[in-house]
């Protein structure tokens, strides 16, 4: 079974909008890690943000935030003000356990284009 | 923030030999990293744990002769694909956890190997 989904194989945005990147999770670990990556054309990944499964308050970093909707088992992320520069793709991961020996694993990604 | 350097960035080979992969940790001490691997336009697959001191953990379908992992220092892991087929040609990427908290991943540059 997946753990990680991300069925939005592409997204477009115009430039200045928020956008959001939908994540969902299947795990019955009661303490696990959310991350979200970004994967330009180079390669790199780009960690943007992580929410713990405990955490009470959506993260938030700069023009990114996770909305985190433990019921429903999603960890959305949410670009506000897109730029160009956020044309990339975009990973969603989970991490079973809090342990950072844990391993980390990948949804399929979305690719998001942000038009002028 | 924590900086994983990968060597080589790309690396062109010809079938049947081996090919050695660097990751290092520059500023923090990685006692766990991780191996991945990454066909195009598709998600990070998780090869192995590689453990500092101790063997490699590998994935299931992940063939441990044939990609040698190698973990000697807490800075320093390896990994060797050995007798290269065009079928190994793919973007391998390595990432090592810097613990501070949120326990998140940092990721090299990745390395894009192809067999001819």
């Known amino acids: 079974a997946q753990k990680i989904t991300q069925t939005q194989p592409g997204m477009f945005v115009q430039e200045k909008e928020a956008v959001t990147l939908d994540c969902t999770y299947d795990t019955s670990d009661p303490s696990y890690g959310l991350f979200w990556y970004k994967q330009p054309s180079s390669g790199e990944m780009i960690f943007l943000i992580y929410?713990?499964?405990?955490?009470?308050q959506n993260a938030t970093e700069g023009r990114y935030s996770l909305n985190f909707q433990k019921a429903r088992k999603s960890a959305n992320l949410v670009i506000s003000a897109s730029q160009l520069g956020d044309s990339a793709m975009y990973f969603c991961?989970?991490?079973?356990?809090?342990?950072?020996?844990?391993?980390?694993?990948f949804g399929a990604g979305t690719r998001l284009a942000v038009h002028p | 923030g924590a900086v994983v350097s990968q060597h080589p960035s790309r690396v062109i080979c010809k079938s049947g030999t081996s090919v050695k992969i660097e990751c290092r940790s520059l500023?923090?001490?990685?006692?766990?990293m991780f191996w991945y691997r990454q066909f195009p336009k598709q998600s990070l697959m998780l090869m192995a744990t590689?453990?500092?001191?101790?063997?490699?953990?590998?994935e299931q379908g992940v063939e441990k002769d044939k990609f040698l992992i190698n973990h000697a220092s807490l800075t320093l892991s390896t990994l060797t694909v050995t007798s290269a087929h065009p079928e190994d040609s793919s973007f391998y990427i390595c990432?090592?956890?810097?613990?501070?908290?949120?326990?998140?991943?940092?990721f090299g540059s990745g390395t894009q190997l192809s067999v001819l």
């Open positions: 590689s453990n500092e001191g101790s063997k490699a953990t590998y």
């Open positions: 991961a989970m991490r079973e356990g809090l342990s950072g020996y844990n391993k980390l694993i």
């Open positions: 500023d923090f001490q990685a006692t766990t």
């Open positions: 990432s090592a956890r810097e613990g501070r908290g949120n326990e998140k991943l940092f």
């Open positions: 929410q713990g499964s405990y955490d009470q």
